[in-house]
C-alpha cells in the first residue's frame, strides 16, 4: 500500500483512473481470457481426440467387416462348379470369367486370384500373368495344407502389387508428404509408399471327394 501511494503520489487524475480500470477491470479480463483460452483449448483438444478416436475405431470396424464379408462369400463361391472346373483343368479363361463375377458382387475388393493346390495362380482378375507361385506370408500354403479358411491383415510386397498390374499397382501407392528430418524414412529417396496394408483371406477348394485342389486368394 505505502509503495502504491508513493508511485501514485504525484500523477494525475487520469493517470490514477487509467491505473485504477487496469487494476480493476483489465487485468482481471486478461486472466479470465487467459483461463478461458486453456479451458477452450483443453475442450477442443478432447473433442478433436474423440472425433479421431471415433473414426478410426469406424474404419476398423468398416475393414475387419469387409474381411468378414469376403470370408462368408468366398465360402460359398468355393463350392461352385465353376471355379472347381477351372481348377481342375487349369482353365484360365473359365476362372477370369468367374472372378470378375464375383468383383461384381463385391465391389470393394481389391485383388482376387485363383491357385492350384501346388500355388501356382491359374488366373488374376487384375492382370494377364499367370503361372507363377503365390504366396502372403505362408497364407496360402496354410489354408491348402490344412483346408481351413485364413484370414488376416498383411503387408502385401511391391513385388505382389506389380504382378497384379501397372494400373493395380499405381492405385494403391501412397506419397509420403514429408520426408523424416532425421533421415530414418525413405532413404532410397523414394517420395511413396510401395507396399499395401489388406485384410486376406484364403479359402480352399474342394473336389466332390473332399481333396484340396486349389484355393481362391482376396484381398
Known amino acids: 500500500k505505502i509503495y502504491l501511494k508513493r508511485l501514485l503520489r504525484n500523477k494525475s487524475i487520469g493517470f490514477k483512473l487509467s491505473a485504477a480500470f487496469a487494476a480493476v477491470i483489465l487485468v482481471p479480463m486478461l486472466l479470465l481470457s487467459f483461463i478461458s483460452y486453456r479451458v477452450i483449448n483443453a475442450r477442443l483438444i478432447k473433442d478433436a481426440q474423440e472425433k479421431v478416436n471415433t473414426s478410426l475405431k469406424t474404419a476398423w470396424m468398416e475393414y475387419y467387416e469387409r474381411g468378414m464379408q469376403m470370408k462368408y462369400g468366398m465360402l460359398q463361391a468355393a463350392s461352385a462348379v465353376q471355379i472347381r472346373d477351372a481348377i481342375k483343368h487349369n482353365d484360365k479363361k473359365r476362372a477370369k470369367k468367374t472372378m470378375k463375377m464375383l468383383k461384381e458382387a463385391r465391389p470393394y475388393v481389391d485383388f482376387l486370384s485363383i491357385v492350384d493346390k501346388d500355388r501356382k495362380v491359374i488366373s ?83 473336389d466332390e471327394k473332399k481333396d484340396i485342389i486349389g484355393a481362391i486368394v482376396v484381398g
Open 124 to 206: 488374376r482378375l487384375n492382370s494377364e500373368l499367370a503361372g507363377d507361385t503365390l504366396e502372403i506370408n505362408s497364407l496360402v500354403d496354410k489354408a491348402l495344407s490344412s483346408g481351413e479358411q485364413q484370414m488376416s491383415s498383411e503387408i502385401l510386397t511391391e513385388d505382389m502389387l506389380k504382378k497384379e498390374g501397372p494400373e493395380a499397382h499405381q492405385r494403391h501407392l501412397v506419397p509420403v508428404v514429408s520426408p523424416d528430418p532425421a533421415g530414418r524414412y525413405k532413404k532410397d529417396g523414394n517420395m511413396a509408399e510401395r507396399r499395401a496394408l489388406a485384410v486376406v483371406v484364403v479359402t480352399p477348394v474342394l
